[in-house]
């Protein structure tokens, strides 16, 4: 049995527990909600139900207002989705009472992308994240990378020893709590298995009520090839005989229970010709292997098989340190039609980004600079700097705002 690992998303958590009437944590199925929020409860004595309960789920669906009037104190209620008329029953008892720390929700769909149920709770809650491990919770770390690269220092690769055969296990073992104890590469090929069945079966289906999601294993192994790559759903309909209207609606569902995710484009609308589709990825490394049947000795022999997953690795754990980090940020790449690419922009309130390159090579040199240099050009005094994640072990210096960091910097 994993022993209980902190999360560094507890902190912002608490904080908005202290001054918000709800907050809601969602994030994928097993990745932590249910442990994380009953550590919570112990400390802040918080009654804890679960909707995972069938019974329980039967009489709340019966009568949701008078679930709730029986609470005295803080309540914790994991798996919100399930029972969507709750929303509204807890929009009523808040509008009468705006008090603090009233109701910690759970989910493991994105409400966001369900307005009938976002709309529910506009303004009367904050919404958090729970993504998998990061790699500096499982070191139990707290990088501060995106605070630093917005400040313009250069982060330090000091106790991150990363080789690259240790980068290649994380990607393989991804950063689902339970995989990280499962000792043999059969048993996480079973977990992900059975992960990708349960999310269908159960998730989805709760979601959309509709036939025809046999489809989604056979589409989301399509989906991985392609992960990292410019999404075409023209391509993905030929592959897979689906319409284009029920591929939009299978792509919002699999985004609404986190398993796949879209960078949309940056630009700036200043005359310059630049690709706007969104960037299609996989929200772990650990299932897009799986998906896409990849080992240890092809990542380990293959570049070019290493090259899309280790960019996925990167987005990964640049979404889970957004959520911690002071600075607010949005996640966008940027490509013009001449094809000058930069993988990740971030940027942040102020309209300041960042841009970071991704290479599976070992060296780096002044060519692999030239997409941060256009984007530098695109976005004039708002670009503060330029980086390019690269498997060496030096930090190196590319002139001013630009600098070679290995993986191992994150």
């Not at 994030?27 to 309960?53: C, N, P």
């Not at 229970?257 to 690709?275: H, N, S, T």
């Amino acid at each position: 049995m994993m022993k209980f690992i902190p999360r560094n998303i507890e902190e912002n958590l608490l904080d908005a527990i202290s001054y918000r009437p709800v907050v809601l944590l969602n994030g994928a199925r097993q990745t932590g909600k249910s442990t994380l929020v009953k550590f919570l409860s112990k400390i802040s004595s918080s009654q804890y139900y679960t909707f995972d309960d069938f019974t329980l789920l039967a009489s709340v669906n019966n009568d949701p207002d008078g679930f709730l009037s029986g609470f005295q104190g803080p309540v914790i209620i994991d798996e919100i989705q399930r029972v969507p008329k709750l929303f509204v029953a807890i929009k009523r008892q808040v509008d009468q009472n705006r008090e603090p720390g009233q109701f910690l929700l759970t989910g493991s769909a994105n409400i966001l992308l369900l307005p009938n149920l976002s709309e529910s709770l506009t303004g009367r809650m904050e919404i958090q994240t729970l993504w998998p491990f990061s790699n500096d919770e499982i070191h139990r770390t707290k990088s501060l990378f995106i605070d630093r690269l917005f400040s313009g220092e250069i982060p330090s690769v000091i106790n991150k020893e990363l080789d690259r055969e240790g980068l290649i296990e994380k990607i393989l073992t991804g950063g689902y709590p339970e995989v990280q104890t499962l000792s043999s590469e059969k048993r996480k090929q079973r977990w992900f298995r059975s992960y990708v069945t349960t999310i269908i079966q159960r998730e989805i289906l709760d979601l959309s009520k509709i036939e025809g999601l046999f489809e989604i294993p056979r589409l989301l192994s399509i989906l991985a090839s392609q992960s990292a790559s410019i999404l075409n759903i023209s391509n993905v309909n030929r592959k897979t005989g689906i319409s284009n209207t029920t591929m939009k609606r299978y792509l919002s569902l699999l985004q609404a229970v986190f398993l796949i995710q879209l960078v949309p484009a940056w630009y700036r609308d200043i005359g310059k010709r630049l690709i706007k589709s969104p960037k299609l990825y996989i929200n772990d490394t650990g299932l897009l292997t799986y998906l896409l049947g990849l080992d240890r000795h092809q990542l380990m022999n293959y570049p070019d098989k290493l090259g899309p997953v280790l960019e996925n690795y990167v987005m990964n754990e640049l979404v889970k340190q957004s959520t911690w980090c002071d600075t607010e940020t949005r996640l966008f790449y940027y490509r013009t039609v001449n094809g000058r690419e930069v993988d990740f922009v971030l940027e942040n309130n102020r309209g300041e980004i960042v841009g970071i390159e991704v290479k599976s090579s070992n060296s780096v040199d002044a060519s692999d600079f030239r997409g941060l240099k256009d984007l530098s050009e695109t976005a004039g005094e708002q670009f503060v700097n330029g980086v390019v994640f690269y498997l060496g072990e030096n930090v190196i210096p590319f002139g001013k705002k630009y600098f070679a960091l290995p993986i191992s910097a994150m």
